[in-house]
């Protein structure tokens, strides 16, 4: 069974770019969440995704908007790009039913480098 | 506002010993709570899961228990190995079932 995965794995931009990040769940999971990882902050959730509706957003900058498709796969974008969005950001996919047993499988990542 | 915390940050420790990392949180209103290991530019891997009823899980040499009405949970790895040497992270799912947050996580080092 595949793992989650997103491409590209690595991205250099230039600051005001635009870049756009995909990831494709597990077969069979509809929930998709975004979150970005710096060595300063940590971990943080941008925003969860279900059968096509964003059901909940992190306490990030409008520059940052995803999408889900009909076959489960999310792209997130960041407009504008600002040396600090250069993090990791990883994405991960659950069955998204709800419920305590909702387990979150992550993908390897992209690296982002704002130049 | 959820808040999680590891503690500690960063642990060194003699190949074989066996060791406890510790997790808090703030909010009792949780789904879940998941441990995961993060190796260096790699992405996350889930260890295991504690559902909000439960008060413990295993999976081999792992063992995470979760007090929900104290906000702690503790990830205990019996006979450390080299190759356990990652960062650990934990997370509580919130009720609404749709975010994990994070704590900061502790950098373990097991030196053979």
């Known amino acids: ?115 | 506002k959820q808040e999680v915390t590891q503690i500690p940050a960063a642990l060194s420790v003699p190949e074989g010993e066996n060791l406890v990392l510790n997790c808090s949180f703030t909010d009792s209103a949780i789904y879940n709570l998941q441990w995961f290991r993060q190796d260096p530019g790699k992405g996350l891997t889930s260890l295991l899961l504690i559902q909000s009823s439960q008060r413990e899980q295993t999976s081999g040499r792992l063992n995470a228990s979760l007090d929900k009405s104290s906000g702690r949970s503790t990830l205990y790895i019996a006979a450390s190995q080299p190759g356990d040497s990652a960062t650990y992270l934990c997370a509580v799912l919130n009720q609404a079932g749709t975010a994990l947050i994070f704590g900061k996580g502790t950098t373990l080092s097991v030196s053979s």
């Open chain 1, 1 to 115: 069974k595949a793992g989650v995965t997103q491409t590209p794995r690595y991205l250099i931009k230039t600051r005001g770019q635009q870049v756009t990040l995909s990831c494709s769940p597990i077969s069979g999971h509809r929930s998709v969440s975004w979150y970005q990882q710096t060595p300063g902050q940590g971990l943080q959730f941008l925003f969860e995704y279900f059968s096509e509706t964003q059901r909940n957003k992190g306490n990030f900058p409008g520059r940052f908007s995803g999408r889900q498709f009909s076959n489960s796969r999310s792209e997130m974008n960041v407009s504008t790009l600002e040396l600090g969005d250069s993090a990791l950001y990883l994405c991960a996919s659950s069955r998204g039913g709800g419920g305590p047993n909702t387990e979150a499988f992550f993908g390897q990542g992209t690296r982002l480098t704002v130049v």
